[in-house]
């Protein structure tokens, strides 16, 4: 581990409740945060799973005021957060619920912006831009994977450009994260094997890149060990609560270790590939592209690569630095495939035509600048290019 003499580690604002059965305490966090009616922001197959039925008698059993907005879509969408936002206010919110994946936790924290601030959430759109303190957020995923959680930023698709865009700063953390493992058992192979991707994502990039230091570091490669040793079983046998504790820990973990980083080549990748006519699922993204960003990637920080290979279980004793380092790539490209993750860009809808804009807008992402190894706008075009 190397160690900088000097660097950030932002603080977390979050309070996080984790364990199986945590869930039954929201009446209580949202009485901590000053009780008053909220808006719980979610999408139909929360209510279909009954999760919504059950937050609902939850908090009426316990006389506080809930409306739902149930509408989220995968990526969400900049008038979807203005519809959500208009009921939020129209209900008087003052807590703002997220439940679910990603997509809904980061419109919950979306529409708790917008509630405090003027216009359009696309005016805010880069970092620490908001000028007034979103209400509070109880953020509860349902999938362990993007660590919305417990980060700042909020992604959601621009509606007029069909471009994903961000809103990001330290104003953005939820105030509470709720991490109830037994939500995320009845998760579905395919999704538990795209959002245990975008977790290793976050904890390899965020391992490997220029910005990390010794906090994020110890996070990161616990959140490494956690998933080579629990996502197979987790995808394949989703009842073993053990699997799912461990799968949501680690997507917390890497949360919190990214916030300090920011990632690499794969997310850079991965915003454009949710876009234009491809949107691909951003876990989807990530868990094809990791493998080939991380041969790219991995002469330039062999030791930590190496450090990654022994992490996720690889055998690489006695074995010369830079071979070490290859088979870190080499145990996540075997992960994925175990876990059904396609192997080619292609088998996810890209074609030949897509890599032009694709690597046009990875390129603008603030993940290349702190990537392991300098990319260019044609090494972004080769890497796109093998993985098709
Ligand atoms: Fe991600």
């Not at 190397?2 to 580690?9: A, C, D, Q, W």
């Not at 009954?50 to 989220?72: H, W």
């Not at 990001?168 to 538990?192: K, M, N, Q, R, Y």
């Not at 930590?304 to 996720?312: D, T």
Request: charged share 20%; with cysteine; proline share 7%.
């Amino acid at each position: 581990m190397s160690f900088p003499s000097t660097f950030r580690f932002l603080p977390l604002p979050t309070e996080i409740h984790f364990g199986p059965g945590v869930l039954s305490t929201l009446p209580e966090r949202i009485r901590a945060l000053g009780g008053g009616p909220s808006l719980l922001v979610t999408d139909a197959g929360m209510r279909a799973a009954g999760f919504v039925d059950r937050i609902e008698s939850l908090l009426g059993e316990a006389g506080l005021a809930c409306r739902v907005y149930d509408a989220v879509t995968p990526d969400s969408g900049t008038s979807l957060i203005a519809e959500a936002t208009a009921l939020a206010k129209q209900a008087g919110a003052a807590v703002i619920i997220g439940l679910g994946g990603g997509s809904s936790l980061d419109t919950a924290k979306a529409v708790a912006a917008m509630c405090t601030n003027p216009g359009n959430i696309l005016d805010y759109a880069g970092i620490d831009k908001l000028k007034h303190k979103p209400l509070p957020v109880v953020a509860i995923p349902t999938a362990a994977g993007t660590g919305s959680e417990v980060t700042y930023w909020s992604v959601f698709l621009d509606d007029q450009t069909r471009v994903k865009a961000a809103v990001g700063g330290v104003l953005l953390f939820p105030a509470v994260a709720l991490c109830d493992p037994e939500l995320t058992l009845t998760l579905p192979p395919s999704l538990t094997a795209a959002t245990g991707m975008d977790a290793l994502g976050h904890a390899i990039e965020c391992y490997v890149n220029d910005a990390c230091q010794p906090i994020s570091a110890a996070l990161a490669l616990e959140a490494i060990r956690l998933i080579g040793r629990h996502l197979r079983s987790a995808v394949l046998n989703g009842r073993r609560i053990e699997s799912r504790s461990a799968m949501l820990l680690a997507s917390t973990m890497a949360g919190i270790a990214m916030n300090s980083t920011r990632l690499g080549l794969a997310h850079a990748f991965a915003m454009p590939l949710g876009s234009f006519d491809l949107r691909m699922p951003h876990g989807l993204a990530i868990g094809i592209t990791l493998p080939y960003v991380m041969r790219f990637n991995a002469p330039a920080r062999p030791e930590r690569y190496a450090e990654i290979a022994a992490a996720v279980g690889e055998p690489i004793s006695g074995l010369p630095l830079r071979e070490a380092a290859v088979r870190a790539a080499e145990s996540v490209a075997a992960l994925a495939q175990d876990i059904g993750i396609p192997a080619r860009l292609s088998q996810a809808g890209m074609r030949e035509e897509h890599i032009e804009p694709v690597a046009a807008e990875a390129i603008k992402s603030g993940n290349v600048a702190v990537n392991p190894r300098r990319a260019t706008l044609e090494d972004l075009k080769a890497i796109l290019k093998e993985a098709l």
